[in-house]
C-alpha cells in the first residue's frame, strides 16, 4: 500500500524557533505539496515541488521554506516559528495514472507558544 | 480564479441517505474528487470521476457530476455513524500542472 509519512504526529514549539517538518514517501511520485488547514480555512497550500531541487509558491508561503534533495523527501521548514504558525500540516504526494490524485500523510499538529 | 464551494455543515440520522454538494468553477478540469477526513487524520481519497462522466457508483457511494451547472454530488447511501467525518471535494487544474483546488470541506454528522 502506498505511503506518506510525516515525520511527528504532534509538535510543540517555542516562539522563535526553527522548525522542521519532514515529509517522505514511497512511491517514486514526483509531485509533493504542504498544505495548511485551519478551521473554518479549509486547506491552504503553501509550497509544492515538481521535482528534486525544485520548489513552487503556493497560495500561503510566507514564514516558510521548503527542501527537496531527494524525489522521496519534502521538508517545510519553519524559519522563526510564530504563535500564527499553530496549524494542523499536510503534506501530500499525487501520483500520475490514473487518476492524478493525492495521496496524504497523517498530518502534524503544530502547536507554537 | 478557480474555486470549489462546498456548505461547511450537514446532519443526518443514521440509515437515511447523505447528500453533499459541490461546485466548482474551472470548466477545464478533467478530474474530480471526493475525500474523507477523519478526526485528527489526513485525508483519505474516497472516490473520483473523470470529466467526461455523468454518474460512478462505489458500494454505498455515488457520484453525480452536472458539468453544465458545474455541480458536484456525493450520496452516501445508509448512513453509518462510522460515516461522520469531514469531505472534501476537489478538481484537477490542467493548467497549474495537476494542482488540486480543495473545498472548505463539509463537516457529515450521524446521529443514531
Known amino acids: 500500500d502506498v505511503k506518506v509519512t510525516q515525520s511527528s504526529r504532534y509538535l510543540v514549539k517555542r516562539t522563535g524557533e526553527k522548525v522542521f517538518l519532514e515529509c517522505v514517501q514511497d512511491?517514486?511520485?514526483?509531485?509533493m505539496f504542504w498544505y495548511r488547514q485551519d478551521p473554518g480555512l479549509g486547506l491552504r497550500l503553501i509550497y509544492f515541488s515538481y521535482d528534486v531541487k525544485m520548489k513552487e509558491k503556493g497560495d500561503i508561503p510566507e514564514g516558510y521554506s521548503v527542501s527537496r534533495e531527494k524525489k522521496e523527501r519534502f521538508s517545510l521548514i519553519l524559519e522563526s516559528a510564530s504563535t500564527n504558525q499553530t496549524s494542523m500540516y499536510l503534506c501530500?504526494?499525487?501520483?500520475?495514472?490514473?487518476?492524478?490524485?493525492?495521496?496524504f500523510g497523517s498530518g502534524t499538529r503544530l502547536t507554537v507558544v | 480564479g478557480e474555486d470549489v464551494e462546498q456548505s461547511l455543515f450537514l446532519s443526518v440520522r443514521e440509515g437515511d441517505s447523505s447528500v453533499i454538494n459541490c461546485t466548482y468553477t474551472d470548466s477545464s478540469s478533467t478530474y474530480l474528487y471526493w475525500y474523507k477526513q477523519e478526526p485528527g487524520a489526513g485525508l483519505q481519497l474516497l472516490t473520483y470521476i473523470f470529466s467526461n462522466m455523468d454518474m460512478k457508483q462505489d458500494q454505498r457511494l455515488t457520484v453525480l457530476l452536472n458539468k453544465k451547472d458545474k455541480h458536484l454530488s456525493l450520496r452516501i447511501a445508509d448512513t453509518q455513524t462510522g460515516d461522520s467525518a469531514i469531505y472534501f471535494c476537489?478538481?484537477?487544474?490542467?493548467?497549474?500542472?495537476?494542482?488540486?483546488?480543495f473545498g472548505q470541506g463539509t463537516e457529515l454528522s450521524v446521529k443514531p
Open positions: 512511491m517514486d511520485h514526483e509531485n
Open positions: 476537489a478538481e484537477s487544474i490542467n493548467n497549474q500542472g495537476g494542482k488540486l483546488i
Open positions: 501530500a504526494s499525487q501520483q500520475q495514472e490514473p487518476n492524478y490524485g493525492y495521496t
